[in-house]
């Protein structure tokens, strides 16, 4: 543990919890900084979550019981809420105080926001050279839409992430269902703040870590943003195409075929014979053949040969393949998927039934492996959420309690960063926190 830290919430016994007796102050809401925050949580980190007076907007984004959400109690959990009027001038004494004990502050405001309030990045760095300041925005910081605001659905279509994905309904791109866009930005960010911290050990010197939504969604797509320079010709082509399309009203499907390279095209065709999924006897299977020799064993668990895979054959390879999927889904349809899964992973093929979530509580692999974490959340009562995502030893990462309910615990953290009773009567009497709603 470092010596120069200490903990917000006391002094507590030397743990094999890499990050305890780190103090972090979380100006976060929806998912990417709680995210992150909740990793260091789990690494024993202390995090002090700074909300507005009504909360964080996921707390009610479909509660569960309590005026709490799924979305919140899974992102929200081992941290110290404060509620804060922090547009307030007479919060400002509050904010450096929390900031003072820090030696991380985590923030996604509205662009141009934190600088108003006088802590954006730079502006804290100034003042505590040994800070480490992370920060997510929409767009990045500079450009004609740094101004914007983001959300995972648009960063999805911004990104070029929803085309790269292919998903398609009612015959419109469809974003990923889960906030991946959100989710990646947040890990990416805790990945960054523990460079950052590791650069500190080694030259005391703390850092600002920034990165963007629009970002974290390019590097999930970033095979579909590669190009080579010789591809300049064949690139411009297809922008034509695009346009030809867009100008006939023709489908997001056809527009998104218009604009696939040649080696796409195939490999799109191929994986949906070998990389995708297939409705069963009795529900559905995925399966993954990322390999010629998987690919081989997969056909001969099927009793097909694939003359698509040998160097030699002439035909059109893309009506081919469309060909051999029909021809794979027929055949899998004959069986249940239990059928299948066993005899697939006979010849060790990555095979999988598509489960539902409803399915995975009392699943026995996923709690062999301690995956679920089940608490007492003290306004919703018995629950079971997902774990921390990585393990350290035996107890390095943990996950911790329900974050306690909104306001409950402001006069302790209060007391504790050095305001007085008087102060704290002052605060909760002109509106600019609360003891709970």
Same mark, same amino acid.
Request: overall charge negative.
């Given at each position: ?234 690139? !411009?082509?297809?922008? &034509? $195409? =695009?346009? *030809?399309?867009?100008? @006939? ?8 075929? +218009? ?65 051999? !999927?029909?021809?794979? &889904? $027929? =055949?899998? *349809?004959?069986?249940? @998927? ?8 006979? +010849? ?90």
């Amino acid at each position: 543990m470092n010596p120069i830290v200490s903990a917000c919430f006391g002094e507590e016994e030397m743990s094999q919890q890499p990050f305890k007796g780190l103090n972090v102050v979380e100006f976060g809401q929806f998912v990417a900084v709680p995210v992150a925050a909740q990793l260091l949580a789990d690494g024993g980190a202390e995090v002090v979550k700074v909300e507005p007076l009504s909360g964080d907007p996921m707390r009610s984004a479909g509660t569960v019981g309590g005026g709490e959400s799924r979305h919140f109690i899974c992102r929200n959990n081992g941290k110290h809420c404060l509620p804060l009027d922090l547009g307030n001038a007479a919060a400002k004494p509050v904010i450096e105080a929390l900031i003072k004990k820090a030696d991380v502050v985590l923030m996604n405001f509205r662009p141009g926001l934190a600088e108003k309030m006088g802590i954006a990045p730079g502006q804290l760095l100034e003042r505590y050279p040994r800070l480490i300041i992370g920060s997510v925005s929409g767009y990045g910081n500079a450009g004609p839409e740094a101004s914007n605001v983001g959300q995972d659905v648009v960063v999805q279509a911004r990104s070029g992430l929803m085309a790269a994905n292919g998903r398609i309904i009612d015959g419109r791109p469809a974003a990923c269902e889960t906030a991946s866009v959100d989710t990646m930005a947040g890990v990416t960010l805790a990945f960054g703040i523990l460079s950052a911290l590791l650069r500190r050990e080694r030259t005391g010197a703390g850092g600002i870590i920034e990165t963007s939504l629009l970002q974290a969604a390019m590097s999930m797509s970033s095979t579909q943003l590669a190009k080579a320079d010789r591809d300049a010709v064949e690139h !411009a082509k297809m922008l &034509e $195409q =695009l346009a *030809a399309k867009r100008a @006939s009203g023709a489908s997001y499907a056809e527009q998104l075929a +218009s604009v696939q390279p040649a080696e796409l095209a195939l490999l799109t065709r191929m994986m949906n014979v070998y990389y995708t999924t297939f409705a069963t006897q009795d529900s559905f299977i995925a399966i993954a053949c990322g390999s010629r020799s998987l690919q081989t064993k997969f056909g001969e668990v099927l009793g097909i040969v694939d003359v698509g895979l040998t160097r030699d054959f002439a035909g059109d390879r893309l009506t081919y393949y469309s060909n051999l !999927a029909s021809q794979v &889904e $027929q =055949l899998i *349809a004959r069986q249940s @998927s239990d059928h299948w899964v066993t005899l697939l992973r006979k +010849s060790g093929i990555p095979v999988s039934k598509v489960y539902l979530p409803i399915e995975l509580s009392d699943d026995e692999q996923i709690n062999a492996n301690k995956m679920f974490h089940r608490f007492e959340h003290p306004l919703v009562g018995a629950m079971t959420i997902v774990g921390p995502p990585l393990s350290l030893d035996d107890d390095g990462f943990r996950a911790g309690q329900p974050t306690n309910p909104l306001g409950s615990e402001s006069e302790k953290i209060l007391l504790q960063l050095g305001l007085s009773e008087q102060e704290i009567n002052g605060l909760m009497a002109a509106g600019i926190s609360h003891k709970g709603l």
